[in-house]
């Protein structure tokens, strides 16, 4: 088990020495998240599902509010909201580390904390992203597929036979992609290590997100493995109806703290 410092301990002037990280440390982190969530299963299963059912419930409005094409930019950006969902998780996982009381009701302490103001400002910057990411998945829609075929949205049916049967759809559908994709290398470098940093030292959100891209940037491969798991991962727990979520979601949550302490000398 890591060794925490006292909260509060790091100093803006403080050099922050990150390690390399490598396969080894993302299943060591996976199974120390596993061990976590096995632990406090019982307090945060109904925890987990309140993400899913905030994305689920955004999905159904963009639907009945006739804005179709948004419900899976909407669904996949969810994932980039993810590290900032979870600092509740961090927060359960330092406790347990420094053998505090770790029950659930400790989950929103981070968000009252010394911690709070950076969190939410980082979360502040992640959520504008997220919307500049729905902003340019409505214009890639609008020029690629929507001007082509402006009645095809009217019906879920219609529109994704459309999207799968046309040249427009296809073209649409490989630009959100690579679009996607932009974003997402862009939120998980700035944020797997930051957040639960921001929860352990209570450093600026800056100087957080700072070491973030350093250590993505010093073990590219392994965050980007990283990323691939985590997306997969949620992918499966999605399958059932949102459900499996309420267990992937928190093992992820623990997961990613195990692997920041790997990853930043504390």
Known sequence: MAIARPAGS??????????KIGLHDLMTALAQGWDDFLDKRG?????GLIYPA??????????????????FPIVAGAVLLGPAVASGFYELARRR?????????????VFHGPAALSVISL??????????????AWYIYATTFGAAHPDAARNVGTFFETVLSTSEGWRMIVI???????FAVVVLAMSFISFPM?????????????????????SPGTTAIWGVMVVAMLVLGALPALIGLAVVLPVLGYA?????????VR
Do not use: C
Request: glycine share 8%; hydrophobic share 60%; net charge negative.
């Open 97 to 109: 580390e420094l053998g505090l009381d770790a029950r659930w009701r400790h989950f929103l302490d």
């Open 54 to 71: 905030a994305v689920m419930l955004a999905g159904i409005y963009a639907y009945q509010e006739s804005v179709l094409p948004l419900v």
């Open 176 to 182: 959100g992609n690579l679009v996607g994709f932009g």
């Open 256 to 264: 990613t703290w195990h692997l920041y302490t790997r990853a930043v």
């Open 10 to 19: 790091l100093h803006a002037g403080d050099e922050i020495h990150i390690r």
């Open 123 to 136: 979360a502040a910057v992640v959520a504008m992203l997220f919307v500049v990411w729905l902003i340019a």
């Open 198 to 218: 921001m929860v352990d030292d209570r450093v600026d959100w800056g100087t957080a997100m700072r070491t973030s891209v350093r250590v993505a940037m010093k």
């Open 43 to 47: 307090d945060l299963v109904f925890v």
